[in-house]
């Protein structure tokens, strides 16, 4: 037996979202572009570099939410959660060539090193994205782990390493500034490089274990078996139970040990309370019962939940 779930009113929450996305990302861009221009700074074009990664990544987003949100069809009849998991890499990749050409153009301003001008208008303007940044990354966050949505956590944690790059760049120029050591700017670069590379290699290995079907968490894991174990009168015994979760979806599957001589009518009726209890403990939870009868039963055996 076989449990499908969708909600529409979750869909409908991570389009707006992914969508608002795009609107912060287009705001601070051209808020720390305007910060470069006005200072010169190789930091703070490589902080505005790193927006442009923002924008991409949240039309990649907004396109990987609505893909996921999609009803199960003929070619795909496990769903389309898995696209978030796509964007997510994607923006891990993304990171990467953006620390690439900022370690380019640090390179190029520490051999010509260049004055930095209007650093008080810079870095007021600079302040403000950053704020937004702030604001918006963890609203993501909140949001992302509430629709359990990798798209949305990426995206929001990879807003806080901006954030907190953005927070190292504006002290690392205030630092220039007071000591008048223009190589301090490229150098800076350099450490925000090493940061947001290292930020994109964690969203990539995360994502890529969503591709892969990793189990769900320990503690989704433990409410899984204490609901089969409240709803499971009248079965034997529950055995082999696996999880996976793909991006909103938390598959759910075991077999289900019930006396011989039971009715296919009266296993259908336990099979129905199990699916309807596992449902409302984990949201999104998709749940597959294999019945069987008694001699099949691995009593004692690590994994089996009498009942």
Known sequence: MASSWSDPGSART???VAAGSIAIALAVMALKYVAYLVTGSVALYSDALESIVNLV???????AVNISARPADRQHPFGHHKAEYFSA???GVLIVVAAILIFQEAYVAFVAPRAIEGLGAGVAVSGLATAINGGWSLFLMRRGRALRSPALLADGWHLMTDVMTSLGVLAGLALAW??????????????VAGYILWSGS???????????????DSDIQERIRKAIERSGAGALEAHDVRT???GRAIFIEFHLVVPGSMTVYAAHEI????EEALEGEIEGSEVVIHVEPDHKAKDHSKGTIPL
């Open 202 to 216: 964690r969203i990539v290995i995360s994502s890529m274990s969503g591709l892969m079907d990793e189990a769900a």
């Open 89 to 91: 890499v994607l923006e």
């Open 244 to 246: 996976r979760q793909a």
């Open 57 to 63: 990544t949240a039309v990649a987003a907004l396109l």
């Open 14 to 16: 991570l389009h707006l």
């Open 271 to 274: 099979c129905d309370r199990l």
């Open 178 to 191: 007071i000591t008048e050591l223009a190589v301090l700017d490229p150098l800076l670069a350099v450490l």
